[in-house]
């Protein structure tokens, strides 16, 4: 629910609405913007919407972490900019955030090319957009709801901490699914998993990287380093997730 400004710098619509050549051209306030260029623009695109007052951000486009050293840096210097001024980061390297209550659907997966999931009490934080839009989509087949759907990414601003920490106090919501690579920062994942269990929600995780194979490939999607995991698992079972 409202209104959405397609920014482009040469098309005058985009899927059927009116485009913008750029950020400082649209008059109204905006609440979020979503970043779908190539990697190398990021930077320029997000200097831009700042320069006209946006401070949150969802990055799809991948090219960072993931990619090596020169990626970090890039990484580093956007969430740099955006936090100096008191803004947010979801990404980048992500499919998004879905939110059935409101509507608000800020995502490219595939998932939605047929119905809208519909609302329901089950929200699911994924660090893999791809791995949370197999199970939106298994959801959906089965005639379930969804409350909140959350992709971190490669996380260099909001984590999956931090989405579990919401997700603690969101009345919608009574089961969490979370889809895990790797676990940035132990101490704020416990705090929020304590919540979540003194708000009586379930939460259910699938740990990924358990082989050399699998933790390679966590390392070249999302930048994640795997770990030991029996530590993971030990960690998790302390906390009540199945």
Same mark, same amino acid.
């Given at each position: 629910?409202?209104?959405?400004?397609?920014?482009?710098?040469?098309?005058?619509?985009?899927?059927?609405?009116?485009?913008?050549?750029?950020?400082?051209?649209?008059?109204?306030?905006?609440?979020?913007?979503?970043?779908?260029?190539?990697?190398?623009?990021?930077?320029?695109?997000?200097?831009?919407?700042?320069?006209?007052?946006?401070?949150?951000?969802?990055?799809?486009?991948?090219?960072?972490?993931?990619?090596?050293? $020169?990626?970090?840096?890039?990484? $580093?210097?956007?969430?740099?900019?955006?936090?100096?001024?008191?803004?947010?980061?979801?990404?980048?390297?992500?499919?998004?955030?879905?939110?059935?209550?409101?509507?608000?659907?800020?995502?490219?997966?595939?998932?939605?090319?047929?119905?809208?999931? $519909?609302?329901?009490?089950?929200?699911?934080?994924?660090?893999?957009?791809?791995?949370?839009?197999?199970?939106?989509?298994?959801?959906?087949?089965?005639?379930?709801?969804?409350?909140?759907?959350?992709?971190?990414?490669?996380?260099?601003?909001?984590?999956?901490?931090?989405?579990?920490?919401?997700?603690?106090?969101?009345?919608?919501?009574?089961?969490?699914?979370?889809?895990?690579?790797?676990?940035?920062?132990?101490?704020?994942?416990?705090?929020?998993?304590?919540?979540?269990?003194?708000?009586? $929600?379930?939460?259910?995780?699938?740990?990924?990287?358990?082989?050399?194979?699998?933790?390679?490939?966590?390392?070249?999607?999302?930048?994640?380093?795997?770990?030991?995991?029996?530590?993971?698992?030990?960690?998790?079972?302390?906390?009540?997730?199945?």
């Amino acid at each position: 629910r409202g209104v959405c400004y397609p920014v482009h710098p040469c098309r005058g619509a985009v899927q059927g609405l009116n485009g913008y050549p750029s950020r400082a051209s649209i008059r109204d306030p905006i609440d979020v913007a979503l970043i779908a260029t190539e990697g190398a623009r990021v930077e320029a695109a997000i200097a831009a919407g700042l320069e006209a007052g946006v401070l949150v951000y969802v990055v799809f486009s991948s090219g960072f972490a993931e990619v090596g050293p $020169k990626g970090m840096q890039l990484q $580093k210097r956007i969430v740099d900019l955006v936090t100096s001024r008191g803004g947010v980061v979801l990404g980048p390297n992500c499919l998004g955030v879905m939110n059935t209550m409101n509507g608000v659907m800020a995502t490219f997966s595939s998932v939605l090319e047929g119905d809208a999931p $519909k609302p329901g009490h089950m929200a699911m934080v994924s660090q893999s957009g791809a791995m949370a839009a197999y199970w939106l989509g298994g959801l959906m087949s089965f005639g379930l709801g969804c409350s909140k759907w959350i992709t971190t990414g490669n996380e260099a601003g909001i984590d999956a901490a931090a989405a579990v920490d919401y997700l603690a106090d969101d009345p919608q919501t009574r089961v969490l699914g979370l889809y895990l690579e790797d676990i940035r920062n132990a101490d704020d994942f416990r705090v929020a998993l304590t919540r979540a269990a003194r708000s009586r $929600k379930a939460v259910i995780a699938i740990k990924s990287g358990r082989s050399r194979a699998g933790a390679a490939a966590a390392n070249s999607h999302t930048g994640a380093l795997a770990g030991d995991a029996a530590l993971f698992d030990a960690f998790l079972a302390q906390h009540g997730v199945l």
